[in-house]
Structure formats: C-alpha cells, structure tokens
C-alpha cells in the first residue's frame, strides 16, 4: 500500500510540476533569472521533500508550491511595472566590451577572468576580442556578443523601453537627455513617453511608438 501511495506522490508531483513551469511561462532552462532558478530549486526540494514522508504530506507541499509560484508571478509584474525592482530582484546585464574596448574594472569587480571571457567567445566561434564589437554579460551568467562585422548600432540595448529612458545607457555613449530629446523631435516625437522601444543605430534612431 505504501509503495501505491509512493507512485501517486511522485506523479502528483511531476504533474504538478509541470503545470507550474507552465503557468510560470518559462520556455528554456538555460534562459533562467537568478529569481527563477530559486523558485525552481524551492519547489522541486518541496515536493520531492513530500513524497513517502508522513510529517509533510502531498497536499501541504503542493499548497507551498502554489504560494510560491504566485509570489513569482507577482513579482514578475510588478518587475514588467517598476524596472528599478526589475533591477533589484534579477540584476542587470554588464557591459564587458563596449564599442570594442574591455572595461577591466567590471570584470575585476564580477569576478569575471581573462580565461572566461576567452572561453565564452571561443563557445561563439571568436578567436580574438579584436573582432569583438560588444559583449554583455547576461543576468543569466551568459556572455551575448555581437562581432564588428556583424555590428549595426551604437549600443545594443534600448535607450527608451517602455517609455522609460536608459540614463545608463545615454552615459555610454556619451550623451544626455537634450541630445536624445532632440533626435525625438527630429523624428516627430514631442514626448519620450509615448516611445515603446528606441535603438540608437550607426546611421538612424529605430523607433516603435506605443500602441
């Protein structure tokens, strides 16, 4: 009896699981957040934890999983809301080779080596970072390069997301809020809020309007 009460835990468990994983939307494991892999972690420990135990049954796990989950999930919109609680929960990609020159001082204060960067850009088929235009280290702990040939923008990332100004960003290039108001304007935007997405590429601004 015990061994039939056993399998049921353990497919309860897995049906569970991936009913969770699909509510959570998430696609890819390699694409994980830090945030999503200890959701992930807590809830795979939670009921395998359940399974044969009498202290903690079935049900009293699968509840702390559903809280858990929620939490994520509230926590996801209010990160889609507030980008600085975005940025406080998951991080936020760095800048380790930006318009092809190394910050030293970034990979010194991630921990970041010589022998990683080397190794990451070998795994993309780059020999040396001479043909390297960007590369960011992702919140994932993945490097996403961009080569120079390959290159059509002063900075790839947006400079306006959600009508939301990237002042980090505007920094990099060495630019200001003036500068990127004018460009607006010149392409017929009076007001930043109204932009979606904004990249600065090498010869325009690629603007989407909201709506």
Same mark, same amino acid.
């Given at each position: ?51 044969? =135990? ?48 190394? =910050? ?61 100004? =990237? ?45």
């Amino acid at each position: 009896m015990k061994y039939i009460e056993i399998f049921m835990e353990s497919l309860g468990t897995y049906l569970l699981l991936v009913c969770m994983i699909r509510f959570l939307g998430k696609k890819e494991m390699s694409k994980l957040s830090v945030s999503d892999l200890i959701v992930f972690l807590i809830i795979s420990e939670l009921m395998t934890i359940s399974i044969g =135990n009498e202290q903690v049954n079935f049900m009293q796990a699968g509840i702390a999983v559903v809280v858990i989950v929620l939490m994520d999930k509230l926590f996801t919109l209010i990160s889609l809301k507030s980008p600085f609680f975005k940025k406080m929960v998951e991080g936020h990609p760095t800048f380790i080779v930006f318009q092809g020159k190394l =910050n030293q001082k970034k990979m010194a204060s991630l921990k970041y080596s010589v022998d990683d960067l080397s190794h990451h850009l070998r795994e993309q088929g780059i020999g040396s970072l001479s043909e390297v235009d960007f590369a960011v280290l992702e919140t994932d702990g993945q490097l996403s390069v961009i080569e120079k040939k390959k290159s059509q923008v002063k900075a790839p990332d947006a400079i306006i997301s959600d009508g939301e100004i =990237n002042y980090k960003l505007l920094q990099l290039i060495n630019r200001d809020e003036a500068w990127l108001m004018k460009k607006l304007k010149e392409a017929g935007i009076s007001d930043y809020h109204e932009v979606f997405y904004c990249v600065v590429e090498k010869e325009r601004f690629f603007i989407i309007k909201k709506g």
